[in-house]
């Protein structure tokens, strides 16, 4: 069975940087893809950002150029690099991550963008 454990998120000032990291417990074989989502009050979950195994990333739109995925195969971890924070990034953030069939999610960590 695989578990996610996010931490990183925090309280940050609009500008500021935050880097979350997602690390996965258990076995994981072949193509997968880690991500991160995330939910503010009141709206739907949406896709931030998400990377293979690989190394192919893909970035939402309002992220692009402040944002940066990598990850960590042989520690089976996945980070989130925050950059030029805005109060719209407020949301709690979610690491994913799909195995053939199967996705898992972690428990969420709040990211507070705030003067």
């Known amino acids: 069975q695989v578990q996610l454990v996010e931490s990183g998120g925090g309280l940050v000032q609009p500008g500021g940087s935050l880097r979350l990291s997602c690390a996965a417990s258990?076995?994981?074989?072949?193509?997968?893809?880690m991500g991160w989502y995330r939910q503010a009050p009141g709206k739907q979950r949406e896709l931030v950002a998400t990377?293979?195994?690989?190394?192919?990333?893909n970035y939402a739109d309002s992220v692009k150029g402040r944002f940066t995925i990598s990850r960590d195969n042989a520690k089976n971890t996945v980070y989130l690099q925050m950059n030029s924070l805005k109060p719209e990034d407020t949301a709690v953030y979610y690491c994913?991550?799909?195995?053939?069939?199967?996705?898992?999610w972690g428990q969420g960590t709040q990211v507070t963008v705030s003067s």
């Open positions: 990377i293979t195994n690989g190394g192919s990333s």
């Open positions: 258990g076995s994981i074989f072949g193509f997968n893809v």
């Open positions: 994913t991550l799909v195995v053939v069939t199967k996705d898992y």
